[in-house]
């Protein structure tokens, strides 16, 4: 067993791949991506978390957004909204691009996952970018505004309705792609991104073949935290806990996780959960510098374990 495999979604989960990527030897990460948040937009399949993380890793992430691509222009939207069309999920014209050659694929039966791994190539990419399935999942909220879907949610709605339930719409019956399982045989440690646990990394875990993997791993299995003095760094992290009647601490996080993970890189200063290994340091990544020092922080726990 020679890879490592990050389980990701999200701004904060692509900042952490992309320190793992900057520290593990080439072709030895794979990255097992959301999918709940994907969704069918003007006749196009768009896929957030896969596209954030493929923008990222190539250089061409939005700094200034946080999101798309860098250097975009809005000549699509603007001539969608003279046209009465609906403008509430921006799509930049370069960002297009992926959208529409993804849909075009799927339409002639290709996989999702074929499809990214043709993006990755394409940006000399030298990881494995693997959608949680190739299947659809599909989150769903319950909310004081009814049921919404995610991207309702997140974008439109801006985070701002009160979440009582969420749900992963087909993931019970979704299987794990054979690169996903392949992947996880393979993995000397496993790695959960700092994404949000409900939004990003739930949708991931409720693949059965995923938690099983991580329920039955001989590997160590670590987790950062995604709280900064009990508060998200971006999102609605810590909103959705209190909504949910959670305490927004590590050991929430680390309860919420139990059985699954061995250990928990958490923010220095922050409440240290029992029953499992920890490593504290700093885990805000403003820069790549931060990246690489957090997600170095996670293999060394990683390999503290597996030792």
Request: net charge negative.
């Amino acid at each position: 067993m020679t890879g490592v495999v990050v389980l990701t979604g999200g701004v904060g989960g692509a900042k952490l791949v992309d320190g793992l990527y900057r520290t593990l030897p080439a072709g030895t990460l794979s990255a097992i991506v959301n999918t709940g948040d994907d969704f069918v937009h003007l006749g196009l399949t768009v896929s957030p978390d896969i596209d954030s993380l493929l923008y990222l890793l190539s250089g061409q992430a939005n700094r200034t957004l946080g999101w798309g691509r860098e250097g975009e222009s809005w000549n699509f939207m603007d001539a969608l909204r003279g046209l009465g069309g609906p403008g509430w999920f921006n799509l930049g014209d370069g960002d297009l691009a992926l959208h529409v050659m993804r849909s075009e694929a799927l339409r002639s039966g290709q996989t999702l996952t074929a499809i990214t791994a043709q993006f990755a190539a394409a940006w000399s990419l030298d990881l494995a970018v693997l959608p949680m399935s190739d299947a659809t999942v599909a989150t769903w909220l319950d909310t004081d505004q009814g049921a919404l879907s995610f991207q309702d949610y997140f974008v439109a709605c801006q985070c701002r309705p009160i979440v009582h339930a969420i749900h992963y719409v087909g993931a019970n019956l979704a299987e794990a792609s054979t690169d996903v399982v392949g992947a996880l045989a393979d993995a000397r440690a496993i790695v959960i991104a700092p994404s949000n646990p409900w939004l990003s990394i739930d949708p991931i875990l409720a693949v059965p073949a995923i938690r099983k993997a991580l329920h039955d791993r001989t590997v160590p299995v670590v987790a950062i935290s995604p709280l900064v003095q009990g508060k998200a760094v971006k999102g609605p992290t810590a909103k959705l806990m209190a909504e949910l009647g959670i305490a927004a601490t590590n050991a929430s996080i680390a309860a919420h996780y139990a059985g699954l993970i061995d250990g928990m890189v958490i923010h220095d200063g922050d409440d240290r959960p029992t029953g499992l290994a920890v490593a504290v340091i700093d885990t805000l990544m403003h820069d790549e510098g931060d990246r690489s020092r957090v997600a170095k922080a996670a293999l060394d726990l990683a390999t503290r374990l597996g030792s």
